[in-house]
């Protein structure tokens, strides 16, 4: 409970007691909860005469009516304090002391981190922590990618939202990489280049194909006969035209015919039957 404060049971009913032991509530509710709201207080107290829900105010020392805990048909795990509860079809969302965040109206709600994505007529939108709509449900896709980005999608165009819903990049990429240390692998068309998070090109989309930044620093890096490696600045290290490369032994894993294709699936074999891993540099 609150510092200082404690629910003691007296002939079956609860009382709430200051520290050193004198009465602040009397012993009249029916039942206290163990959970604590974010700022510290009380979770909600419940007198079933009045059919109404109670929250304690420290500050005060009294008692604050507000929404009763509703019951749901299903609760989601809890997660930074926030919780996806389900009633018929519909789903909304609970702080740790069950009350109430969203009330259930949702087609689905998942939380990741300082958003929460949730569906409203076949899109996709975002929510903040305490409930507010931050990014309309307009959108065909919304996926969570790289430590605190989100990539958005209508029809065959992808952008990127940081992690409170602002957009970063617009909608106007046919792929988009997860971002690494200020810079985003994208396509656009059939051509990949480099961008940071103000749509300012680093590198221009002229490569025709662009793995993936390992040992974070270079990206291998393909354009017609040319091929070669890309720092995170754009510039390219390793040309083939000009230097020799260095030598890199490249690790490649089966994949079954049925098997989940990652987001990098474009990045296989010519046979279709491998998918690369990563490299190792060995001279």
């Not at 795990?77 to 926030?82: E, N, R, S, V, Y």
């Not at 300082?114 to 409203?120: D, I, L, N, S, T």
Request: proline share 5%; hydrophobic share 40%; net charge negative.
């Amino acid at each position: 409970m609150a510092d200082g404060y404690y629910a003691v049971l007296v002939n079956n009913k609860w009382a709430i007691v200051g520290e050193k032991g004198s009465i602040v509530i009397p012993a009249k509710l029916d039942w206290v909860s163990a959970a604590e709201t974010e700022s510290g207080q009380i979770g909600t107290i419940l007198i079933e005469a009045e059919q109404k829900a109670w929250r304690f105010d420290p500050t005060t020392q009294k008692l604050v009516e507000t929404e009763p805990v509703a019951t749901y048909d299903a609760e989601g795990q809890l997660i930074d304090g926030l919780r996806p509860v389900k009633q018929g079809e519909q789903w909304g969302l609970v702080d740790a002391a069950g009350q109430t965040i969203v009330k259930p109206r949702y087609a689905s709600l998942e939380i990741f981190g300082e958003a929460v994505r949730f569906e409203a007529d076949g899109k996709f939108g975002l929510l903040g922590r305490q409930g507010s709509v931050v990014v309309p449900a307009e959108y065909d896709e919304i996926v969570p990618t790289g430590e605190a980005f989100w990539k958005m999608r209508k029809a065959d165009k992808w952008g990127l939202l940081d992690a409170h819903g602002k957009e970063l990049l617009p909608l106007q990429f046919t792929e988009l990489l997860a971002p690494e240390n200020d810079v985003v692998q994208a396509r656009v068309g059939g051509k990949w280049g480099l961008y940071d998070y103000h749509n300012k090109i680093v590198a221009e989309p002229k490569w025709e194909r662009m793995d993936p930044f390992f040992g974070n620093s270079l990206a291998r890096v393909w354009g017609g006969d040319d091929f070669g490696y890309l720092n995170r600045a754009g510039k390219l290290v390793y040309m083939q035209e000009s230097e020799p490369l260095p030598s890199y032994t490249f690790t490649y894993a089966p994949i079954k015919p049925d098997a989940f294709r990652w987001e990098q699936a474009d990045q296989v074999a010519q046979s279709g039957a491998y998918r690369y891993v990563g490299a190792c540099r060995h001279s």
